[in-house]
T-cell receptor, first 109, second 113 residues
Framework: RKEVEQDPGPFNVPEGATVAFNCTYSNSASQSFFWYRQDCRKEPKLLMSVYSSGNEDGRFTAQLNRASQYISLLIRDSKLSDSATYLCVVEGGSYIPTFGRGTSLIVHP | EPEVTQTPSHQVTQMGQEVILRCVPISNHLYFYWYRQILGQKVEFLVSFYNNEISEKSEIFDDQFSVERPDGSNFTLKIRSTKLEDSAMYFC???????????FGQGTRLTVV
């Protein structure tokens, strides 16, 4: 089983739509969780950290389910500028950020 | 805003040649990483560096690879004898502490011909 798994997509949605991505991880001892965003041929940039209680930042909501070992990202009111690849990052006992393959989002007019 | 800088942005080299990829992490950060991303694939961990030594390395990071922090600011990745399959984007990252946000450089695109 891969350490961090994501549906690669692409998710093709109209502007204004709500879209959700899930990510599963295999190491039950994982401590820290993040969502990063990567634009084409650019570096990954932190979108948000994911806390046990869940957290929200504007149109973005992240949730963690430790029992089922998955994290989610919800994007409300999608904008054209949200088009990117969303990377799930999980950190286990070795404190190495481990990346999923990423989920591609395309927001169209 | 402080940032991680990498040079060069693009390097073309012949198979078998040595390359050195350079990174300047954010100045007060303590943890340093190299990742690579082959085109169309995921970001893969290569090596982490803390307290002037390698703390973890992946199976990709074989004897052809080495890292150095020669002067307290630069952090370099050396590939001794490049292979075609080393062609990828190489990202350097740094952070202040474990479990915190890692900041990535803009990457060096390595093309081995």
């Amino acid at each position: 089983r891969k350490e961090v798994e994501q549906d690669p997509g692409p998710f093709n949605v109209p502007e204004g739509a709500t879209v959700a991505f899930n990510c599963t991880y295999s190491n039950s001892a994982s401590q820290s969780f993040f969502w990063y965003r990567q634009d084409c041929r650019k570096e990954p940039k932190l979108l948000m950290s994911v806390y046990s209680s869940g957290n929200e930042d504007g149109r973005f909501t992240a949730q963690l389910n430790r029992a089922s070992q998955y994290i989610s990202l919800l994007i409300r009111d999608s904008k054209l500028s949200d088009s990117a690849t969303y990377l799930c990052v999980v950190e286990g006992g070795s404190y190495i950020p481990t990346f999923g393959r990423g989920t591609s989002l395309i927001v169209h007019p | 805003e402080p940032e991680v800088t990498q040079t060069p942005s693009h390097q073309v080299t012949q198979m078998g040649q040595e390359v050195i990829l350079r990174c300047v992490p954010i100045s007060n950060h303590l943890y340093f990483y190299w990742y690579r991303q082959i085109l169309g694939q995921k970001v893969e961990f290569l090596v982490s560096f803390y307290n002037n030594e390698i703390s973890e390395k992946s199976e990709i990071f074989d004897d052809q690879f080495s890292v150095e922090r020669p002067d307290g600011s630069n952090f370099t990745l050396k590939i001794r004898s490049t292979k075609l399959e080393d062609s990828a984007m190489y990202f350097c990252a740094s952070r202040w502490a474990s479990n915190t946000e890692a900041f990535f450089g803009q990457g060096t695109r390595l093309t081995v011909v």
